[in-house]
């Protein structure tokens, strides 16, 4: 051997004639199963090719491949053992040019038949196994560097290379227990175990994948995930993805994100656990991916998640209406129980993806989702719903907004018109979405993880009456311009949405803590002294409400309502700190935990609380007075004029012809509840006396100066919050009439004279026009020329 060396390498152009002898020889000594023989000749061939370096060995290298086919075409297994060690050296050499001529797709049909190998005795088994993996670990270290030669990405050696180690790598235990990137195996591991190994080889195989060819990489990943049913469970899919996601290149993350959405797809009339198995993966590929290059995907991965969701709900919605919806023959009940876990893990996706995504982009994927809400009033939602029924569309409503939950949480806008644009804010307070008590207590959340900027949420859990608001330790600023600004244009829609919430029949506690969170957050962040008298103004309607009661509501929801303000004014008493205010909530606080404790939100939400058989005989020692908190607020510098004036929700379009009642009942009379509640000295005289201080006042020019800023104010708020059809009527009524008395003015007699009345030159630098005739025509007012 070291004679045949020496010669080999002082005459390189010998190689060529050395490895055909050698060939021939080994093929005749395979076919007479001389296999001692068999080993010397690969043992030379191994050697020669490890020792010579020069251009000519390519010749020798040909011959030298042919030999090792040779072998793994043989059946015994011991020379498939030996022929894959001698390609494994081989593929470690690394070539100074590449050889455009060589192919190896014999080498990737065998290697890949050999990691499906059958043999009865296992330890041989696993021994072609090994090698069967460890020979396609050979091929892809020998081509995918080249460049020039990329046959190896084609889609038909994928589609074996694939799964084939996909099929070791199933005997992986807890695969699925893993948290963060897989550990690589020990090098003992590799050698021994054809999971690890092949593992290793896949991690390897995508480690070099580019963009051009990351796609024929992943597809057959799905093809071996579908045929062996491996997506329920998908211990073993999630396993897989998370070393797709971990082993190929960050900017490529997109790639694997967009096949699993097509994928997706295809299979979305599959059975609801295979779909949910996909979308479990999706949810792993997107919480890697997230964390670094998402790509263009973002839209694209919602709008698929968010139609798939419309697709569970409908095929829910048919279940239960007696239809059979997907491949699956089970009994409705287990259906309806899948779809929830498709439903589940469609929205858990949303939110984790929606987390991770910098606030710009997590804006436009709340105006997203929020126009797939389908409300009365806009068609600009693209969910079809019109298979779906008032069962559906709910069922829709309430997993749109619990995606659109996940998405917000943790937003952090500088301003609340950042958080809250009117596009966003209108069909979020829409009615539309106030017919059930879970969809108002999805939108009051929605709104307090906008509202809520400084994490004050927490600390207001719960309706309480709170003895010290200051032991909360309240993070609050001043509030801004745009924040002021936002509650002059928006505030009322806040206080209707919540008015109108607090009168709901199908109210649980729930609502009320929400709906009390949703006055203290209000109050926190933007609230100036003209919001805080609108607020307690919101309040001293509720209890007016609740005293009424023309809605009909149960006793309890009226002690509820009853508690809510109690709770607020305790809240908002202390933030304002006016000590004459406080005093008196806390003396009205004092009496009903003495005499009426089902006022006090500490009893009236707890187990079997004694309720009042009406609300009427109550002395008024137990309600808030108008007169008392004017009284109070107006000693501090309060305005508090407006706190007489009884506070009423606006009437919306969408009141008039939604299947609600219509708040028009229950808010256009004004009733004085309390006739005795204020004290005769109290009474202000209809008939003032005619003093010099009164002409003064009356003849103020201030005062006219406040009148007209007060009607433009007017005016603008008519022409943001009035309907667009009422705007309309008005302005085509006032331009009729303008046309008729333009008609009128502009009845033109022309009577031109026989003869011009005179001629006009018109002269432009050293240029003369000619001159033109001027006519005169008569108007009845106006005299034109």
Request: charged letters at 25%; glycine letters at 4%.
């Amino acid at each position: 051997m070291e004679k045949l060396t020496f010669y080999a390498v002082s005459a390189p152009e010998k190689l060529d004639r050395i490895g055909s002898y050698l060939a021939e020889r080994l093929s005749r000594d395979v076919v007479r199963h001389r296999s001692g023989y068999v080993l010397i000749a690969m043992e030379a061939l191994d050697q020669l090719l490890m020792a010579c370096h020069s251009q000519s060995i390519k010749p020798f290298v040909e011959s030298f491949l042919h030999m090792v086919a040779k072998l793994l075409e043989s059946g015994e297994p011991k020379l498939q053992v030996l022929g894959t060690n001698s390609f494994v050296k081989f593929a470690n050499i690394e070539e100074d040019t590449p050889s455009y001529h060589r192919r190896y797709d014999f080498f990737v049909s065998r290697f890949s038949a050999m990691c499906h190998s059958c043999h009865s005795d296992p330890e041989i088994r696993t021994e072609i196994r090994i090698a069967g993996i460890r020979g396609i670990q050979g091929v892809v270290r020998k081509t995918v560097n080249d460049e020039l030669r990329a046959t190896i990405w084609e889609p038909q050696h994928m589609d074996k290379i694939v799964p084939s180690l996909l099929f070791n790598m199933q005997k992986i235990e807890e695969a699925d227990s893993r948290i963060g990137p897989p550990s690589s195996p020990s090098a003992a591991d590799k050698e021994e175990n054809p999971a690890v190994l092949a593992e290793n080889c896949f991690r390897e195989l995508l480690g070099r994948a580019t963009f051009g060819n990351m796609n024929n990489a992943v597809r057959p990943v799905f093809a071996h995930l579908d045929h062996h049913k491996l997506w329920d469970p998908n211990e073993f899919a999630v396993h897989c993805f998370k070393i797709i996601m971990y082993s190929i290149q960050a900017q490529y993350s997109h790639h694997v994100i967009q096949e699993i959405l097509g994928h997706l797809d295809a299979r979305k009339k599959d059975s609801p656990r295979v779909r949910a198995g996909i979308i479990q993966v999706l949810l792993e590929a997107v919480a890697i991916a997230a964390k670094g290059s998402i790509g263009p995907t973002v839209l694209e991965v919602f709008n698929t998640l968010l139609k798939h969701l419309r697709l569970s709900v409908e095929f829910e919605a048919n279940d239960l209406q007696g239809g059979s919806v997907g491949s699956a023959n089970l009994n409705a009940s287990s259906k309806d129980n899948d779809e929830k876990i498709v439903q589940n893990a469609i929205i858990q996706t949303i939110g984790f993806f929606g987390s991770n995504l910098p606030d710009y982009q997590r804006s436009e994927i709340m105006m997203f989702i929020m126009g797939k809400v389908p409300v009365f009033g806009t068609s600009t939602h693209t969910l079809d719903i019109s298979q779906l029924g008032d069962l559906g569309t709910r069922r829709i409503q309430i997993m749109l907004l619990r995606s659109l939950l996940m998405v917000t949480s943790g937003y952090k806008a500088k301003t609340i018109v950042t958080a809250l644009p009117g596009s966003f804010l209108d069909p979020l307070l829409s009615p539309s979405l106030m017919e059930d008590y879970e969809l108002r207590q999805l939108v009051l959340e929605v709104m307090h993880n906008l509202m809520d900027r400084h994490d004050n949420r927490a600390k207001l859990r719960g309706i309480r009456i709170i003895p010290d608001v200051a032991d909360l330790k309240i993070k609050r600023e001043k509030i801004c311009r745009q924040d002021t600004s936002f509650m002059k244009k928006n505030g009322q829609q806040l206080y209707r949405h919540i008015y109108l919430g607090c009168k709901e029949e199908d109210n649980v506690q729930k609502n009320y803590e929400l709906l009390y969170t949703s006055l203290a957050l209000i109050t926190i962040e933007l609230a100036n002294e003209e919001v805080v008298i609108d607020l307690i103004r919101l309040a001293i309607a509720l209890q007016d409400s609740a005293i009424i009661n023309e809605d009909n509501l149960p006793m309890f929801h009226r002690c509820g309502i009853m508690a809510l303000v109690a709770a607020y004014l305790n809240f908002v008493s202390q933030m304002i700190a006016v000590p004459a205010f406080c005093q008196h909530v806390s003396k009205v606080i004092e009496i009903r935990t003495m005499e009426a404790p089902y006022f006090l939100p500490e009893h009236i939400f707890r187990d079997k609380c004694m309720l009042p058989k009406s609300l009427e005989k109550h002395d008024k020692n137990l309600y808030f007075l108008t007169n008392k908190i004017a009284e109070s607020l107006g000693g501090s510098g309060y305005s508090v004029e407006r706190l007489s004036v009884p506070y009423v929700p606006q009437v919306t379009d969408e009141d008039r012809l939604s299947r609600r009642k219509s708040i028009v009942d229950t808010v256009s009379i004004q009733v004085d509840i309390l006739p005795n509640s204020v004290p005769s000295d109290d009474v202000v005289s209809n008939t003032e006396e005619i003093t010099f201080e009164a002409l003064k006042k009356a003849i103020d020019t201030s005062g006219m100066e406040e009148q007209e800023k007060e009607k433009r104010r007017l005016v603008i708020e008519k022409f943001q919050k009035a309907p667009f059809e009422e705007i309309a009527a008005q302005c085509e009524s006032k331009a009729n009439l303008l046309h008729d008395r333009l008609a009128q003015i502009l009845e033109l007699t022309i009577r031109p004279p026989p003869s011009p009345s005179g001629t006009l030159t018109i002269t432009s630098g050293h240029a003369q026009y000619q001159s033109v005739p001027v006519y005169e025509m008569k108007f009845p007012d106006l005299c034109v020329y």
